[in-house]
């Protein structure tokens, strides 16, 4: 599935963003993002996974794919995302394994305590690409965007889009245009996992601005995060687009 464009008029909020994070002409143009992160956090030991450290990141802005190495306790082990299909690779880019429509798999059965390599390939490459792509997502004409207040947005998004939940928030600074707080469902965990994601830093690298620390925790019924437990922590060391 390749992102269509938006042809539309863009709302305040979404073109102050895309304004904020490099520009249209930017992500229109981008074809891939590498990245270097580290990840921790309770939802990696409820689900008996390592964290990830110093780990590389290779995603397509176009359209959903992206490999993570590693994927796991081996270093030669790759996890991909392809659609909605789940893969592992070896360090030569053969295949070792895969998952069709890797979320039919979820939530139940042992998955309630256990995940193993393809499901965080899965969970783990459809959440970075979702975050990490966001400018070009604001544009992307199979998600219908809405405006509730400046600042404000919401998203619905189409079943071919791998991604937490159908119905997702978005805060924006109304002065800086940057991402404040994304709230969502991590259906795959538990309809119950309703999240709060909060943009704790940002940095700049190759003259582009980025989330640098992300945190996620639980949020209040009016949408406000708890702070405490931390699901996960994003550090990103580093962030390129390349053209």
């Known amino acids: 599935m390749i992102n269509k464009l938006k042809k539309m008029n863009l709302s305040l909020t979404a073109s102050r963003a895309i304004d904020a994070y490099g520009g249209a002409e930017l992500w229109k143009n981008g074809k891939y993002i590498e990245a270097e992160v580290s990840v921790k956090g309770l939802a990696f ?4 996974r390592p964290f990830f450290e110093h780990a590389k990141i290779t995603m397509e802005i ?4 992206s490999k993570l190495t ?55 490459n459809y959440a970075f690409w979702n975050y990490f792509t966001l400018p070009r997502l604001l544009m992307n004409g199979n998600i219908e ?27 924006f600074d109304t002065k800086t ?29 190759n003259n582009l601005i ?11 019924k009016k949408g406000k995060p708890l702070g405490k437990p931390v699901l996960i922590e994003i550090k990103v060391h580093s962030y390129t687009l390349v053209e």
């Open 45 to 48: 030991t409820l689900k008996r």
């Open 62 to 65: 176009g359209r959903p794919y």
């Open 70 to 124: 590693p994927i796991g306790k081996d270093k030669n082990i790759s996890g991909v995302l392809d659609g909605q299909d789940a893969r592992l690779e070896n360090e030569k880019g053969e295949k070792l394994a895969e998952r069709k429509n890797a979320r039919n798999y979820f939530p139940f059965g042992r998955r309630l305590i256990y995940w193993d390599d393809l499901d965080m390939a899965y969970f783990s």
């Open 145 to 171: 965007w809405t405006e509730k207040s400046e600042g404000f947005l919401v998203a619905k998004f189409p079943k071919s889009i791998p991604t937490h939940n159908e119905i997702q928030e978005l805060h």
């Open 177 to 205: 245009g940057l991402l404040i707080q994304h709230n969502y469902t991590a259906e795959i965990i538990s309809k119950l996992a309703k999240a709060a994601h909060v943009v704790v830093e940002h940095s700049q690298q």
């Open 210 to 220: 980025f989330p640098s620390l992300r945190r996620v925790t639980p949020r209040t």
